[in-house]
């Protein structure tokens, strides 16, 4: 089994439709199934859903002193919105829980594998 | 061997032929038994080494491809114990084929178990880049040489190499399964391999290489029409394919110029490649539901049936870009129809749907729009027309013929992706 995480990728301004209260209803519904689905396929490791970029805080080290800057780190209208990780026997298997996202958070998603450090 | 002596003598060229034609079976069943790639293709290479020492003067073994299966696997194993990883990756080759001593690979495989079909779907899996998948399906099934692949694509062998690696590392970290996909994948994993195979043959008619990308792509193509028989996608690319070069002796001059499809000698046409391709193309047109591939090859197959350009059956073209275009509505079809829609309708008509589209980056679409207007008397629109595509012309030859601002009654040749070749 492999580790895959799942990011959920926003772009920031994006003109897009906003969803209607009852659009995000059913997404959130959605989502949800998709939480119980993914955990009683043992495929489930962890989900996060995260808070706006600007919320965000930067620490760096550099020459053994900490400077903290405000966030984020990257200057891109892409950011990171929530992310899942799961388990996956191979890529196909990753996928396949990915497409059952982007439908449920109606967002891309990317898939990446998790390296593995063989002990 | 007692066959020694009666064997043909081999030179070094044969036996690289030979070793190419064979090379992809192998690769794809040693993946399949070590699970890695890298290690099936290290020891094809080995024992493409082993052949070069040996077939020379020892002839051609009974069968090549079982002996190149045999080999590479024995030299696998060899460098495998020679490894620390021997117990890890031995204990693999035993649980992936269970109390087999022979090389796994029988000499006639069940088509359904060719490893060759799992090995194009992880080839041309749709989480590489097309470039990657290309590189990919030349080099592991195709069994051409990193620099051959790079001479092919007119990139360094560095360059080649490092996608080939990065493809690979992809394939291993991400877990690109080696398996043909199931019915319910099947169309959304066969488009990018049809894809690849298509882009090959094209590169191929382009391609100023001495390396002969259009066989190897019918090579591929006829492969896979094979092993998915019941794939009417797959049997209309092999078509598409034949009937296309079914053209070549005539679509060149001695200097490497293009002839139109209106101005080639149509005696010099292939007639077995033709009746091989309009076979295919009659039993698809029993289906109902025609894909991109069956339909192009159907226009093909129209034109391959006229004698002379003005016995073209246009109308049936026509009928059969009506199709393509409300399967695939992408100005490129539309432009190609219109093209089509002139021989029935006249230019004007034609004109009137080619000024509509948005083509504007597309050469093809100024080399109609010049053709239209010069059949239409429009001769200063013409020559601006004409010049616009020659400065857009890929090739020097496509350049000089648009220069010479289009001298007989003839189509522009327009290539396209998923391509109508009405004119190659």
């Known amino acids: 089994m492999t580790k895959y995480l799942l990011s959920v990728h926003s772009v920031e301004g ?40 600007d919320t ?23 950011h990171l919105g929530g992310f899942y990780v799961i388990e996956a026997k191979d890529l196909d298997a990753a996928l396949a829980w990915a497409s059952k996202a982007a439908a449920a958070v109606r967002h891309p998603i990317e898939v990446r594998p998790f390296r593995v450090f063989e002990a | 061997m007692s066959a020694r002596d009666a064997a043909p003598k081999l030179d070094q060229a044969e036996v690289g032929r030979i070793f190419r034609e064979e090379s992809g079976r192998s690769v794809a069943g040693l993946i399949r038994v070590f699970g890695d790639i890298d290690v099936a293709e290290d020891a094809v290479q080995e024992a493409f080494a082993v052949a070069l020492r040996k077939w020379p003067g020892e002839g051609l073994p009974p069968n090549p491809g079982g002996w190149i299966t045999t080999t590479a696997r024995n030299l696998a194993i060899d460098r495998l ?19 087999n001593d022979d090389p796994g690979i029988p000499p006639e495989v069940d088509s359904v178990q060719d490893d060759r079909l799992r090995l194009i779907f992880t080839c041309c899996h749709p989480a590489l880049s097309t470039e990657a998948q290309v590189a990919l399906t030349l080099r592991l099934l195709g069994g051409m040489s990193t620099n051959e ?80 028989a019941d794939e009417p996608e797959v049997a209309g690319l092999l078509a598409l394919l034949l009937l296309i070069e079914s053209r070549r002796a005539s679509r060149l001059r001695p200097d490497g110029s293009l002839v139109l499809l209106g101005e080639q000698d149509r005696k010099r046409w292939d007639r077995a490649l033709i009746e091989e391709g309009q076979a295919i193309v009659r039993r698809s047109l029993r289906r109902s539901q025609l894909g991109v591939y069956q339909l192009q090859a159907a226009i093909n197959a129209v034109h391959a049936d006229a004698v002379t350009f003005e016995q073209t059956d246009w109308s049936q073209i026509v009928a059969l870009y009506d199709q393509l275009f409300a399967i695939t509505p992408t100005p490129v079809v539309a432009l190609n129809r219109a093209i089509a829609i002139s021989e029935v309708r006249g230019p004007a008509a034609a004109l009137a749907l080619v000024d509509h589209l948005d083509l504007e980056n597309y050469y093809p679409f100024h080399a109609t729009r010049a053709d239209l207007l010069r059949r239409l008397g429009r001769n200063s629109e013409a020559a601006a027309a004409y010049e616009r595509a020659a400065a857009m012309a890929p090739t020097d030859s496509e350049r000089d013929f648009f220069r010479l601002g289009g001298r007989a009654r003839q189509l522009p040749r327009v290539p396209e992706h998923p391509s109508t070749s009405t004119g190659s």
């Open chain 1, 14 to 53: 994006e003109v897009r439709p906003r969803m209607t209260d009852e659009e995000m209803k059913q997404s959130w519904k959605e989502v949800q199934l998709l939480h119980d689905e993914m955990k009683s396929a043992g495929a489930w490791v962890s989900t996060g859903a995260l808070h706006e970029p």
């Open chain 2, 149 to 228: 692949v790079a001479r092919s694509f007119l990139v360094t062998e560095p360059t080649m190499a490092q996608r080939l690696v990065r493809a690979k590392r992809k394939i291993k970290a991400a877990r690109i399964p080696y398996r043909v996909p199931g019915p319910d994948e099947l169309p959304d994993r066969l488009r990018p391999v049809l894809a690849v195979v298509y882009l090959l043959y094209n590169a191929g008619l382009t391609s100023s290489s001495e390396l002969d990308l259009r066989s190897e792509a019918i090579r591929l193509a006829r492969i896979l029409a094979t092993l998915m």
């Open chain 2, 81 to 99: 114990r020679r490894q620390s990883r021997e117990r890890e990756l031995l204990g693999e080759v035993a649980v992936l084929s269970p109390g």
């Open chain 1, 56 to 78: 965000a805080t930067v620490v760096r080290v550099a020459g053994g002193e900490v400077m903290t800057t405000d966030g984020p780190f990257a200057e891109s209208k892409e």
